[in-house]
């Protein structure tokens, strides 16, 4: 799916956020091309949910730039509101579950669909939940195999579930890019198969470019197209999995088999 | 918590048509309390917008009531304005301040939030106190007029506004604004990132909040002929934020029925002994140890373990 020639959608140049002594991120540059999967590996602490945190807009960096590719070329999105970032097409999951528990499945990902159309208080776009809300948000439900669940309420939804509506949220809003952080953690074996499916139709059927923070050596082996490896800020590598893997296993050794 | 929130809408309309066909049976003075009651658990939906759907509490509901109350009595005594532009002075009234405190008190959310309406109510209260030409201060307003004048005539005639806008507030929470609110008490950070002003839709539901007291105040002032400022004191915002709590807020029903079990422990606790504040204490702390989901928490329990037996 990726390589050469590919129309690249995000991009991250020489990016730094320290933590008063702490260079969480430590010149950190990358490139994302439409319908890529970049994973990113590193021991805890390594700045991986912080670059992504940098990229979504959560937190600003201290220096660099991130750059959203879209129909309207280049546009600089470094330090803008996350709001502002998905409507730009790049969501984000997160490692904690982020879902609301007071709403049904349903009403989550309705949440999710209005607020991308703005109709949640633009009484002049049209109020109400009109078939076109509906539509996408069955067509999400089905997707993400939630059929079962969803008039359940989002406190009653176990870990696995709670993983898949989180993700649903931000695919609800069609992005062109979603940052997943540790999209299998916790889960059963079977459920990691089915998340390792998901993200391979997402990409295969929309399109989606993905950067996915994971620790499964097994998934990040069966998705990525391109491989990151962090540690204590910095890049390590940045190849093609097969690759890197090979090198991480000279890095390992040079770290002490901490790395992976 | 299941059977109620299934069956709310169900449950509103079942109490809805008792309330309609209970005035026959009942004494003036018990007509004219049920009144009250009526007015106390509109203004517990109204406030539920904002505490058990938006997630922010306010010590400062008073305000509005009597925004709405004095308004009017402004507009009809003092002013000698006809009953349709003293409500619109009074709705105008409301909604200036609504807007004005709003703005100012969600700059911040939870306790910080409280304590600001708290603030901007006491600073109501205190210019309803001193500016005595317009409020009458301490002894407040009297000889209000009611239209129409039977007492029971005038139940129905807040019993079919209270009612409409009961059904109003239940069906608001289901539109796509309500969902709004409720992602905003869930998560206000992930609705956030999902593309909501959060600031927006929080002025929206406390606005929308205080017009339901507003109203409350408006029918309130004619029904007691008189007004006076302890309508405005905090200790009236209290009375909103209990009420709400005992019937329990997770959904309107609960709220609208925390509203008429107040009035009637309020009035039995103040026939029975003369120490009805401490009654009152009481079976408020039980009511928050034994049923911290309100009235109709206990409700929902007692049928579970009815079907639970069977």
Request: glycine share 10%; no cysteine; net charge neutral.
């Amino acid at each position: 799916m990726s390589g050469e020639g590919d129309k690249v959608v995000l991009g991250g140049v020489s990016l730094h956020k320290w933590f008063g002594n702490v260079h969480a991120v430590n010149n950190v540059s990358f490139t994302l091309s439409q319908g890529e999967i970049l994973s990113i590996v590193g021991p805890n602490g390594a700045g991986k949910t912080t670059l992504l945190n940098l990229v979504s807009g959560i937190i600003k960096p201290d220096d660099g730039r991130v750059y959203v590719y879209g129909e309207r070329g280049r546009i600089d999105i470094t330090g803008k509101p996350p709001y502002y970032i998905t409507f730009l097409g790049v969501g984000r999951s997160f490692q904690i579950p982020n879902i609301f528990d007071g709403l049904t499945v349903r009403d989550n990902i309705r949440f999710a669909v209005l607020a991308y159309k703005k109709r949640m208080t633009r009484f002049n776009r049209g109020y109400g939940f009109y078939e076109d809300v509906e539509e996408i948000v069955d067509n999400v439900v089905n997707i993400f195999r939630l059929e079962e669940v969803i008039d359940k309420y989002g406190s009653e939804l176990s870990h696995g579930e709670r993983k898949k509506l989180d993700i649903a949220l931000s695919f609800a809003q069609s992005p062109r890019v979603l940052l997943l952080d540790e999209p299998t953690s916790g889960l059963t074996y079977s459920e990691k198969l089915e998340m390792v499916d998901l993200i391979k139709s997402l990409r295969r059927e929309r399109n989606v470019s993905f950067i996915v923070v994971e620790h499964d050596l097994d998934v990040v082996r069966e998705v990525s197209d391109m491989l990151m490896v962090m540690y204590d800020g910095s890049v390590l590598a940045y190849d093609k999995p097969d690759v890197v893997i090979q090198m991480s296993e000279v890095i390992s050794a040079y770290l002490g088999g901490e790395v992976l | 918590m299941k059977i109620l929130r299934d069956n709310e809408l169900y449950s509103l309309v079942v109490l809805l048509m008792f309330l309609a066909v209970i005035p026959q049976f009942l004494s003036t003075y018990n007509v004219r309390l049920l009144s009250v009651g009526l007015l106390y658990g509109l203004a517990a939906v109204g406030f539920n917008i904002l505490y058990g759907y938006t997630g922010l509490i306010s010590f400062g509901h008073a305000m509005f009531w009597s925004a709405g109350a004095y308004g009017l009595a402004i507009g009809l005594v003092k002013l000698n304005l006809d009953p349709v532009l003293s409500i619109l002075l009074a709705f105008t009234l409301t909604f200036i301040i609504a807007v004005v405190t709003g703005y100012l008190s969600l700059k911040h959310t939870e306790i910080y939030f409280a304590m600001l309406t708290l603030a901007f109510a006491q600073l109501i209260y205190a210019l309803i106190i001193k500016l005595r030409d317009i409020t009458g201060g301490d002894e407040g307003i009297y000889g209000i007029p009611r239209f129409p004048p039977d007492i029971e005539q005038y139940y129905y005639l807040v019993y079919m506004i209270v009612a409409l806008l009961v059904l109003l507030a239940w069906w608001i929470v289901r539109t796509p604004l309500g969902l709004g609110f409720q992602a905003v008490r869930d998560n206000p950070y992930r609705a956030e990132a999902l593309g909501m002003d959060v600031r927006r839709v929080r002025l929206i539901s406390f606005v929308l909040s205080a017009f339901y007291l507003s109203v409350a105040g408006i029918l309130y002032a004619p029904l007691n002929r008189a007004i006076t400022p302890d309508i405005a004191f905090w200790t009236f915002s209290a009375i909103i934020v209990i009420m709400t709590i005992i019937g329990g807020s997770k959904n309107m029903f609960g709220a609208f029925i925390g509203g008429l079990i107040f009035i009637y422990i309020n009035t039995q606790a103040m026939n029975l002994t003369e120490f009805w504040q401490l009654t009152l204490g009481i079976i408020l702390a039980l009511l928050v140890y034994l049923a911290p989901y309100g009235v109709v928490g206990i409700f929902d329990r007692v049928v579970e373990y009815v079907r639970g037996r069977r």
